[in-house]
């Protein structure tokens, strides 16, 4: 999968943003596939990357479960994270906390929880969807998980509501869910003048298949001892068989002029 981060005039405002995206680590892992936040809170708060962390770390614990199984324990993980920060009386930041968490497999699944106000919407060529419908979570505790089904080249866009105003003012959204990868950069440089001015941030991510990677198996070099066969001369003489023909010939012969010669004799004998 492919992702583009935008930030937009981070120091010119009193909240901050951050966005973190993970991938698995090694193959057993690889059945949960990417892990993306988006987050936004008080300024200069710390507490966004102690979440994410967090989050991160149980999400890809448990490879051994399925992807959905995985994705709410480490939403129970985060809460607990949550209300511990609560009990400390930590709660400035968590008073202001807009923070989106979605998991996408490698069959293009998702699990998808939000608190706060950010906005997530799937790009298609022909379509524009809000992928929390009219759902507004305004606790400071992650609760209802939405699941769903994508497919390659659909694009998910994720962003605060001063950006989101913005895209829908200027049309973005339909200009973003119709561009390739190769163009989507050109689409941000030319909007950059009525970007300069605005706070917030924009993740967008483009479904795309893992590409996977070629195992190349080599075995150790094997030396076979050496066999020497010794070297064997055959020789048939080019007389022998000639020799003994000759030998019968001349005996054939002689044999029949005996013959001969007794014959004669006996005629004149008897």
Do not use: H
């Not at 680590?25 to 596939?33: A, C, V």
């Not at 490698?106 to 022909?126: C, Y």
């Amino acid at each position: 999968m492919k992702n583009f981060q935008l930030f937009f005039n981070p120091k010119a405002s009193d909240r901050s943003y951050d966005i973190f995206s993970f991938e698995p680590e090694n193959k057993r892992e690889e059945k949960l596939g990417n892990l993306y936040m988006a987050g936004v809170t008080s300024k200069d708060d710390v507490a966004l990357s102690y979440l994410a962390e967090t989050i991160k770390n149980e999400y890809y614990k448990n490879y051994e479960d399925s992807p959905i199984e995985s994705f709410k324990k480490s939403i129970q993980k985060a809460n607990e994270f949550l209300l511990s920060e609560k009990n400390k009386n930590k709660v400035g930041w968590l008073d202001n906390l807009d923070f989106i968490i979605l998991a996408i497999d490698p069959d293009f699944n998702i699990n998808f929880v939000k608190i706060g106000k950010l906005k997530t919407l799937v790009l298609k060529s022909d379509e524009i969807l809000n992928i929390e419908g009219e759902q507004y979570n305004s606790s400071n505790l992650f609760q209802n998980v939405i699941t769903g089904k994508l497919i390659k080249e659909n694009k998910i866009l994720i962003i605060n509501q001063n950006i989101y105003d913005l895209f829908e003012k200027n049309n973005i959204f339909e200009i973003l869910a119709k561009s390739d990868i190769k163009s989507i950069n050109n689409v941000f440089k030319s909007k950059t003048e009525f970007l300069k001015n605005i706070f917030g941030f924009c993740l967008l991510i483009v479904l795309t298949p893992q590409k996977r990677k070629l195992i190349r198996i080599s075995f150790p070099k094997i030396n076979f001892p050496k066999i020497t066969i010794p070297k064997i001369n055959f020789y048939i003489s080019d007389t022998l068989i000639p020799f003994k023909i000759r030998n019968q010939v001349k005996k054939s012969l002689i044999f029949i002029l005996l013959l001969i010669i007794l014959l004669i004799l006996g005629y004149f004998l008897f």
